[in-house]
């Protein structure tokens, strides 16, 4: 079965939809047919993408909402299921970045990545199931976490928490759709994607010289960062990737294969109890874009 078999007429609610994968993800379920609502912070980005895709001869309507506040997104909940019939897809993407060690993490930085990257997730999910468990018909929730869900990365360590922890969330979540038995008609599926091209390394979250954190060290790893990006794939491949997993019936959505290597790595290191340990080589190929 195809993507566009699957998810074709139906509403495409996505998260941090001004950028990246989430604009990726925007315009591919687009060209899928798919009426799409543009959630973010971002209102000039939301609005300059839904004037690309109406003029391209779709729907898309643009929604400011801040996924870290829970009644802004019941608020979008409500609107999507008043005004459109309700939502095929929602797609939990929102979700920002921050380099440096943890002990020089500003406490307002860590609050801003749980709020955003895990929080955000949550309210999604709680405003929107219920609506799609009600209906009774085909849906489908995306958590988007990432490579970092299953992999130690120093240097950005409230990252990989929270994508440690939307991958839990995503696993137990669609546990408890089959405990409550509406797995006949709403699918849980995780999202992890491999390096996309995105601006969350230039609008992570540093450290303060006033507090005598090593700055050095934590930009140093951001220049790291945009080298890796500088191979990472194109946000609109990557979601036709993800879109047509996700028609297959798979749980993980993994956008480079390399994705899948890194699962198995931490599935080996977790079975013969290894510590942690840093890692020389770039992981993804500049063969990925």
Avoid at 186 to 207: D, H, K, M, R
Wanted: with cysteine.
């Amino acid at each position: 079965m195809t993507a566009r078999d699957v998810f074709c007429g139906g509403v495409a609610v996505i998260t941090g939809a001004g950028s990246g994968i989430g604009a990726g993800l925007a315009r591919h379920a687009h060209r899928l047919g798919m009426t799409v609502v543009l959630a973010d912070i971002d209102a000039d980005g939301i609005a300059a993408l839904r004037d690309e895709l109406c003029t391209a001869g779709g729907t898309a309507v643009d929604i400011l909402c801040d996924v870290r506040d829970p009644d802004a997104v019941q608020g979008l909940a409500d609107r999507v299921y008043r005004d459109l019939g309700g939502a095929r897809l929602l797609v939990n993407n929102a979700g920002i970045e921050q380099f440096g060690y943890l002990w020089d993490t500003p406490v307002p930085n860590w609050r801003r990545v749980v709020d955003v990257n895990i929080s955000g997730v949550f309210h999604g999910v709680r405003a929107f199931l219920p609506k799609m468990m009600a209906v009774d018909e085909p849906a489908w929730v995306w958590n988007v976490a990432s490579v970092g869900a299953v992999v130690t990365m120093p240097l950005q360590t409230p990252y990989i928490v929270s994508k440690h922890a939307v991958l839990a969330m995503t696993e137990c979540l669609c546990a408890e759709v089959q405990l409550a038995g509406h797995d006949h008609h709403i699918q849980v599926q995780a999202v992890l994607p491999g390096p996309v091209v995105s601006n969350i390394f230039e609008s992570a979250g540093g450290v303060d010289a006033a507090e005598g954190a090593d700055i050095g060290a934590a930009e140093t790893h951001r220049e790291t960062m945009l080298g890796i990006k500088a191979d990472a794939m194109d946000p609109l491949a990557a979601a036709e990737t993800l879109f047509q997993q996700a028609a297959e019936g798979r749980f993980y959505l993994l956008t480079h294969p390399e994705v899948g290597a890194a699962m198995a790595e931490r599935a080996e290191v977790l079975a013969t109890q290894r510590r942690p340990v840093l890692r020389a080589e770039r992981r993804f190929r500049a063969d990925r874009r």
